[in-house]
């Protein structure tokens, strides 16, 4: 069966060209094996080929196939004999000639066309091209006619070790914590051969360390990088050089090899506590330094970096832990120590302070080294200052009664020196605060009296100010404010609350309420104002009014009888007197004005006048002005009728030659001058029943007055 299948495959693949391939001596060296040849077959062809050469091995035809080899880099000083060309074609008489075509014919690889040799002319570098496909074909000698068709065959250039590794991506950083673990990986490298990978060893790297030991280790075939001592300190070495070397032919003698360095930094974790550069601190700081001042700094050193050299800083105990704090300054990682209550000289003289710098990120990996924090003693010491005089008091309030007498002491400020010196104190009063000058101060003791009355129900508060000022430094000078307050003295009497006119119904009920008023009284007192009324005593028991005390402090009169008539008489004068609570209690009267009026069934005042009296004072001109108008519209009217009665029998009509003209009063005549002004007579107007009283006057003459009377003949 196998002898029927390779005859088959002998039919199939009888090439007219059969190439004998010629290598090199040195070629056999090298394994020649046939995964080469099959490289680019597929399975069934390998099996194939398998038979097949099994067969041509047996019918002694030795190596012929459709590839060629030749190996690269090759420079002999003769071209190198790639391979035979050789047909089976029985040649007769004719002459064969061998014709090479394709990829680099005749520039590359040379034919001898008689022999069918082809040789490389040139050096070729598999890395740049692997193959070349050529076709092959014989000819007529003489015509060139060819004798049977092209045949194509390959040449494969063969790999040889001619390329070093190479590290494209460095030189390479990397980090990894300090004190990490034995083993830790740190990073990996990789490097690259241009050779044929899957030819031989020429690709095949191995990785080594050549500097960095004994720090780093690398794996051999992953290149990975591991650290090979345990805990290396950031704080002794930070950075380390590693040099990497990267060998092919699987690391053998002979192999190509290229390197690359890596750099590795050590990061750092918090493996070193804070430590105070000094153990004790002194400082010193004025007494009177202002709350908030910073009066020293502390650091504690940490030979990490970054977060993990941050330390907080606290006061954690000492005889000033109430008045100093300290902050911590993340930036200058120090501490700064602050005043947060007063000094004072006079009372203590110096501060011991025990300070503590803690890790603010510590690592549990290092806590058997002990806590991460250091303590130091800060010695503070006071200085004295020149202080300005001490009120007693910030503040001060005094009250006085508004009827105490001048001169009288209304209350004492006193004021120290706080220095040793303690120099005596002069008092005085701003008196931009006092521009009255209502008060003075004994400069010694600090009395003040009083310089003028005072009324409460003017000024309640008279806010001043006091300067203190060391006699022996004027410059150190003090100030306070003192209110005073003036106290309520009963010296003002009760009034009405305003001015009230009250107004009686003639047809009023008896005991009907006519007015009801409330009083006022200036003064202030504790309890709230409490209000007595009475009637004169004469008044008593008079018989018109009556008056009753309302729950809410005012006072209703009220109207005995109803006999009231204003004809008999309008107004009525009530006296009341009014006394407040004070002690001794002041009282005052006020009378109030009654006045009689007609009103309406329901008690709607309608009019309070029975005739024309005293103009009330208050009218204003212009109803002055319409009251007169009225007064003489009413008289006109009156002549008018009175005059037509007496010529009721006479026509009231005006003749056409009577000039209506005649009436009109001209403003061009020429008038009387003074004696004018009797013109017209207003006493014949008042008395239009006098008829018989009409006269003309004295020096008139009737003529004119005719004329200017037309409707009097
Ligand atoms: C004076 O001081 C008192 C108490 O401090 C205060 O109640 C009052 O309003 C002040 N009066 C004036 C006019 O400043
Ligand atoms: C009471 O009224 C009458 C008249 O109405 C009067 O004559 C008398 O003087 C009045 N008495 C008092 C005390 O007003």
Redesign the pocket.
């Known amino acids: 069966m196998p002898e029927r299948l390779a005859e088959m495959l002998l039919d199939l693949w009888t090439p007219l060209i059969i190439l004998w391939i010629t290598l090199p001596p040195c070629i056999y060296t090298a394994p020649m094996n046939q995964s080469q040849v099959l490289m680019s077959g597929s399975p069934l062809e390998l099996n194939r080929l398998n038979e097949e050469q099994r067969i041509l091995n047996r019918s002694k035809r030795g190596w012929v196939w459709n590839q060629m080899f030749v190996l690269e880099e090759f420079s002999g000083p003769e071209p190198i004999l790639v391979g035979r060309l050789h047909t089976d074609l029985d040649p007769g008489s004719k002459k064969i000639k061998y014709i090479l075509s394709g990829d680099g014919a005749g520039t590359i690889f040379q034919i001898n066309d008689v022999t069918g040799d082809i040789h490389a002319i040139k050096r070729l570098d598999r890395e740049e091209k692997a193959e070349y496909t050529l076709t092959a074909q014989a000819v007529d000698w003489e015509t060139n006619k060819p004798l049977e068709p092209p045949s194509e065959f390959i040449i494969k250039v063969q790999d040889i070790n001619d390329n070093a590794p190479e590290f494209l991506n460095g030189p390479y950083h990397a980090t990894v914590p300090e004190m990490s673990i034995l083993g830790t990986s740190v990073t990996n490298v990789t490097a690259t051969d241009a050779d044929d990978p899957v030819y031989g060893n020429s690709a095949k790297l191995v990785y080594s360390i050549l500097e960095g030991q004994p720090y780093f280790s690398i794996e051999p075939e992953t290149a990975i990088i591991k650290t090979a001592l345990p805990n290396m300190d950031r704080e002794a070495k930070e950075e380390y050089l590693v040099v990497i070397q990267a060998k092919d032919m699987g690391g053998h003698s002979g192999g190509l090899s290229g390197t690359t360095t890596l750099t590795v930094t050590l990061t750092d974790v918090n493996d070193n506590p804070p430590k105070f550069a000094q153990s004790l601190y002194h400082f010193s700081v004025p007494e009177d330094v202002v709350l908030g001042t910073a009066i020293g700094r502390v650091k504690a050193n940490d030979q990490d970096i970054g977060e993990n050299a941050q330390s907080s800083y606290d006061i954690i105990d000492g005889d000033g832990t109430a008045l100093f704090e300290i902050s911590s300054d993340a930036q200058a990682q120090d501490g700064i120590i602050r005043l947060r209550r007063p000094l004072d000289f006079e009372t203590k003289k110096s501060y011991t302070l025990k300070v503590e710098a803690a890790n603010v990120h510590t690592d549990p990996r290092f806590s058997s080294r002990g806590p991460f924090k250091d303590t130091a003693t800060v010695k503070i010491v006071v200085e004295d200052s020149d202080e300005p005089p001490v009120f007693s008091s910030p503040?001060y309030?005094l009250e006085v009664h508004e009827n105490a007498a001048i001169n009288s002491v209304i209350g004492q400020v006193t004021a120290r020196d706080p220095d040793i010196t303690s120099s005596p104190i002069r008092f005085s009063i701003d008196r931009h605060t006092d521009l009255e000058r209502q008060f003075n101060i004994n400069a010694d003791d600090g009395k003040i009296t009083l310089a003028t009355p005072l009324d409460r129900e003017l000024?309640?508060?008279?806010?001043i100010t006091i300067i203190a000022t060391e006699i022996r430094n004027h410059s150190q000078i003090s100030r306070v404010?003192v209110?005073?307050?003036v106290l309520d003295v009963n010296d003002n009497a009760p009034e009405f609350a305003s001015e009230y006119e009250a107004f009686l119904c003639e047809n009023g009920k008896p005991g009907q309420v006519i007015q009801t008023v409330s009083a006022m009284d200036k003064d202030d007192p504790k309890n709230g104002h409490y209000f007595l009324y009475s009637l004169l005593p004469e008044m008593v028991n008079n018989p018109n009014f009556t008056i009753k005390k309302n729950e809410d402090n005012s006072l209703s009169i009220l109207a005995k009888h109803n006999g009231f008539n204003r004809q008999k008489q309008e107004v009525y004068l009530l006296p009341i007197i009014i006394s407040d609570s004070g002690n001794p209690p002041l009282s005052s009267t006020s009378t109030l004005t009654i006045r009689v009026c007609g009103c309406s069934s329901d008690g709607v005042v309608q009019s309070c006048n029975v005739e024309a009296y005293v103009l009330p004072i208050g009218l204003s001109m212009g109803a002055l002005i319409a009251i007169l108008a009225c007064i003489i519209l009413l008289l006109v009217i009156v002549v008018l009728f009175v005059t037509l009665r007496r010529h009721k029998n006479e026509p009231l009509i005006i003749k056409d030659d009577e000039d209506v003209r005649e009436n009109i009063i001209r403003y061009d005549d020429e008038g009387g001058g003074e004696e004018d002004t009797e013109a017209f007579d207003i006493a014949t107007l008042q008395n239009p029943d006098g008829i018989n009283g009409f006269l003309p006057r004295w020096g008139m003459p009737t003529q004119l007055w005719e004329e200017r009377n037309p409707i009097q003949t």
């Not at 000024?459 to 806010?463: A, E, F, R």
């Open positions: 503040t309030l000024s309640v508060w008279h806010n404010p209110a005073i307050k």
